[in-house]
C-alpha cells in the first residue's frame, strides 16, 4: 500500500450528537469542534439543518456554524435533510452540504416521508438554489444511507445503489458517498459496492465512506475501503451516538481508533493522536453521562510499557 | 476474493480461561468444549500443561483433553511451554502441540526465563520426544509471540522473526504460526510480516494468525490476512481474557464476530453461528462475573427488525 492522504470527516457533533440524549450546551460544542480542529481535522461536520423539534440535540446549528467558520483551513460541513434545510446552511455559510437519501425507499418514507421521487425533486431544488446563489458555492454531497442494507428492507440491491448514485451525479449533487447507516456491511461487500459506485459517479464525484460499528465490523471495512482506494471516512469521537444496543455495539467507528490504524499503517492522516485525545477530554467533561467507547483511548498507543 | 475455507481455531479453553480470575470447573469446561465443538468448529486449544502452581485455572489439562478426544472430527489441541509439557501432551493424546516462542528475547526471559538458544533446545528436544513416539505422532506448531511487537522492547523487527521462523522449521516444527500477544499489530504489518515469514516457511508450514483486540484491529488485522492469503485464525468465544485494561480493551478477537464477518464475506468456516451463540450462554452460565465482548451476540446479525 502506497503512503498516502486520507481525509477523515469528523460527524461526531453532528451524528453523535442527535443520537445521545444529553443536549451539548452551545459553548461546549464550540470548545470540543475548536479542539478536534485543533488535533489536525480538516473536515467537520457540525450540525444539522433540522427543525428543532425534531432534534432539539442540534438546533442551535446556525450558532455552530458560525463559531467554526472562525477556525482556519476547516471544511465546515452540516446535513441537511431538504431544500429549507439547504437554505438555512446557505445563510449560516457552510461550505459543504450532505442531503442523506435512503437507498431504502421504505427507510425514506419511514424516517422523512419521503418517496425516491420525492428525494429527487429535493436534490434538484438544492441544486438549483445553490446555482442560483451568488457566493461561493457550497459543495453538495449525495449520502446515499442503508447503501449496505436496511432493517426495514433487508437486503439492498447493489444494482439499486449503483443506479440512484447515477441519478444523484445527473441531478446535480457534486459528490456520492455510501453510508452504512445500520452496521450490516462486510469487506467484501464494501469492496464490491465501492467499485461499482465508482465506476458510475467517477473516481473525483465518489465521496466516500460513512460507517458504523454496530457489528464491529467498522475498521475492517475501512481496510476494504483502502484496498479499493477510498480516502475519506467518516467517524464520529468516541463513536458517541448511533446504537440501541448493548454495551461494546457503537454507533459510527470511533475517530481515536481509526487515526491510530491509519497512522501506524503508514498512511497520512494530519491528525496529532495526543491532541485528539485532549478533544476527548473536552467531550468527555460535557457529556459526563454518556458512555464513551474507544479502544485506543482505553489501552494507549504501542510502546514499551515503563 | 475467492470462496474459501477458513479454519477457526478457538483458543478461549486455553488463552481465554487461563486470563481470567474464575476457575472452571471440569464439568463446565467438558460440557463448554462440547457446546464449541457442536457449533462446527473444528480446532480447539483445550489447554497447557504448565504446572498446576503457575495456571490453577488450567491444571485438569490432562482430563479435558480425554473428553475432547472422544469428540469426532475434532483436532484436540494444547500449549506446551517445554520438554516436561509436550511429554504430559503427548501421554495425554493431543493431536496438535504448540510450543509459544517469543520473538522478543526479553519478554522470553521474563515469562519463562529462557533465551532463545535455550528455547531452541526446547524445541529441539520435543521434536526427538515426538519422533521417538511409537503411536500417531501429534503435529507441532512453533507460535512466534509478540511478533508484531513486545511491550518490553517495543518494536520487534520483521528480520528477526522471518529468521526465527526460518530456524523453527529447520529445529523440526511442522508449522510456524504468527501471534500478536500484546494488540500491536496494524493491518500493513500484517500484510508485510505474513508474506515475509511464508516466504521461509513455505505455504504449507505457514501456521496463520493468533490476534489480540487490544487496539480494536483484530478484525481489521484478519482482513489484511485474508488478502495475503492467511487460512487459519485463532480467536477465542466472547473474546474473554487477555487484557488488563478498560472494558472495550478486550483480549483475543472474538469467534462470534469472526465468524459473522467470514461468513458475510462469502467465506466457508463450518461454524453455525446460532449454534455457537448457545455455547456462549453454557460460558456465561459457568463463569457468570466475568465481562463477555463481542458486536455481533449484542447486536444480532443483519435483518429486518420485526
Given at each position: 500500500?502506497?503512503?498516502?492522504?486520507?481525509?477523515?470527516?469528523?460527524?461526531?457533533?453532528?451524528?453523535?450528537?442527535?443520537?445521545?440524549?444529553?443536549?451539548?450546551?452551545?459553548?461546549?460544542?464550540?470548545?470540543?469542534?475548536?479542539?478536534?480542529?485543533?488535533?489536525?481535522?480538516?473536515?467537520?461536520?457540525?450540525?444539522?439543518?433540522?427543525?428543532?423539534?425534531?432534534?432539539?440535540?442540534?438546533?442551535?446549528?446556525?450558532?455552530?456554524?458560525?463559531?467554526?467558520?472562525?477556525?482556519?483551513?476547516?471544511?465546515?460541513?452540516?446535513?441537511?435533510?431538504?431544500?429549507?434545510?439547504?437554505?438555512?446552511?446557505?445563510?449560516?455559510?457552510?461550505?459543504?452540504?450532505?442531503?442523506?437519501?435512503?437507498?431504502?425507499?421504505?427507510?425514506?418514507?419511514?424516517?422523512?416521508?419521503?418517496?425516491?421521487?420525492?428525494?429527487?425533486?429535493?436534490?434538484?431544488?438544492?441544486?438549483?438554489?445553490?446555482?442560483?446563489?451568488?457566493?461561493?458555492?457550497?459543495?453538495?454531497?449525495?449520502?446515499?444511507?442503508?447503501?449496505?442494507?436496511?432493517?426495514?428492507?433487508?437486503?439492498?440491491?447493489?444494482?439499486?445503489?449503483?443506479?440512484l448514485a447515477a441519478?444523484?451525479?445527473?441531478?446535480?449533487?457534486?459528490?456520492v458517498?455510501?453510508?452504512?447507516?445500520?452496521?450490516?456491511?462486510?469487506?467484501?461487500?464494501?469492496?464490491?459496492?465501492?467499485?461499482?459506485v465508482?465506476?458510475?459517479t467517477?473516481?473525483?464525484?465518489?465521496?466516500?465512506?460513512?460507517?458504523?460499528?454496530?457489528?464491529?465490523?467498522?475498521?475492517?471495512?475501512?481496510?476494504?475501503?483502502?484496498?479499493?482506494?477510498?480516502?475519506?471516512?467518516?467517524?464520529?469521537?468516541?463513536?458517541?451516538?448511533?446504537?440501541?444496543?448493548?454495551?461494546?455495539?457503537?454507533?459510527?467507528?470511533?475517530?481515536?481508533?481509526?487515526?491510530?490504524?491509519?497512522?501506524?499503517?503508514?498512511?497520512?492522516?494530519?491528525?496529532?493522536?495526543?491532541?485528539?485525545?485532549?478533544?476527548?477530554?473536552?467531550?468527555?467533561?460535557?457529556?459526563?453521562?454518556?458512555?464513551?467507547?474507544?479502544?485506543?483511548?482505553?489501552?494507549?498507543?504501542?510502546?514499551?510499557?515503563?
Open positions: 500500500m502506497m503512503k498516502r492522504d486520507i481525509l477523515i470527516s469528523e460527524v461526531g457533533p453532528r451524528d453523535g450528537l442527535q443520537s445521545i440524549k444529553t443536549v451539548m450546551p452551545l459553548a461546549q460544542k464550540k470548545a470540543w469542534i475548536s479542539a478536534l480542529a485543533a488535533s489536525g481535522l480538516r473536515e467537520i461536520e457540525v450540525g444539522s439543518f433540522v427543525p428543532a423539534h425534531v432534534l432539539p440535540q442540534l438546533a442551535d446549528t446556525a450558532e455552530v456554524v458560525a463559531h467554526a467558520l472562525t477556525i482556519p483551513d476547516l471544511t465546515v460541513a452540516v446535513l441537511v435533510p431538504n431544500l429549507r434545510g439547504a437554505e438555512a446552511a446557505l445563510s449560516a455559510g457552510a461550505h459543504k452540504l450532505t442531503i442523506p437519501f435512503s437507498a431504502s425507499e421504505t427507510h425514506s418514507l419511514k424516517n422523512v416521508r419521503r418517496t425516491h421521487a420525492q428525494m429527487f425533486d429535493e436534490v434538484r431544488g438544492i441544486v438549483a438554489l445553490l446555482k442560483a446563489h451568488a457566493g461561493k458555492r457550497p459543495t453538495l454531497e449525495g449520502g446515499l444511507s442503508t447503501a449496505f442494507g436496511c432493517t426495514y428492507e433487508g437486503v439492498v440491491p447493489a444494482d439499486k445503489v449503483v443506479r441519478q444523484l451525479c445527473e441531478a446535480g449533487c457534486d459528490e458517498g455510501l453510508a452504512d447507516s445500520v452496521g450490516f456491511a462486510n469487506p467484501a461487500q464494501v469492496r464490491d459496492l465501492v467499485v461499482r465508482r465506476a458510475v467517477g473516481e473525483k464525484k465518489f465521496a466516500g465512506l460513512h460507517l458504523h460499528n454496530t457489528r464491529g465490523l467498522g475498521l475492517a471495512n475501512v481496510v476494504a475501503g483502502l484496498d479499493v482506494g477510498v480516502n475519506t471516512f467518516d467517524s464520529s469521537m468516541a463513536g458517541i451516538g448511533g446504537c440501541p444496543f448493548a454495551p461494546g455495539a457503537t454507533g459510527n467507528i470511533v475517530t481515536e481508533d481509526l487515526v491510530f490504524m491509519l497512522e501506524s499503517m503508514g498512511l497520512h492522516t494530519g491528525v496529532d493522536l495526543d491532541k485528539l485525545l485532549e478533544a476527548r477530554k473536552v467531550l468527555a467533561a460535557a457529556v459526563p453521562h454518556e458512555e464513551l467507547y474507544g479502544y485506543v483511548p482505553a489501552a494507549g498507543v504501542p510502546g514499551v510499557r515503563a
